[in-house]
């Protein structure tokens, strides 16, 4: 079992930043992937961010250059620096940890961007 805290959401107006953490505690295997989905009111989950444990990255589309995600494999620990926030980027935001054929993931944390 892995267990998944998340922070770091909140609100921001937009063009600004905000940074989300999410640390993973448990059964954790050497080979892993870590990432970030979100869901907008009355849309489709999707894909934000993920990277693997040997650090290969990659991002959706509407995040693509904007968004960076980052470890720290000490701490088992994901981030997510969101730069150039816009209105559309509101959604909640889940962690996701898979290894081997189980997923996980966090309670969800809210990002609001105010226009």
């Known amino acids: 079992q892995v267990q998944l805290v998340e922070s770091g959401g909140g609100l921001v107006q937009a063009g600004g930043s905000l940074k989300l953490s999410c640390a993973a505690s448990g059964t954790i295997l050497s080979i892993n992937i870590m990432g970030w989905y979100r869901r907008a009111v009355g849309k489709e989950r999707e894909l934000v961010a993920r990277i693997t444990s040997g650090g290969r990255a990659n991002y959706g589309d509407s995040v693509n250059g904007r968004f960076t995600i980052s470890r720290d494999y000490a701490k088992n620990t994901v981030y997510l620096l969101m730069n150039s926030l816009k209105p559309e980027d509101t959604a909640v935001y889940y962690c996701?940890?898979?290894?081997?054929?189980?997923?996980?993931w966090g309670q969800g944390t809210q990002v609001t961007v105010s226009s």
């Open positions: 996701n940890f898979q290894q081997r054929e189980s997923g996980y």
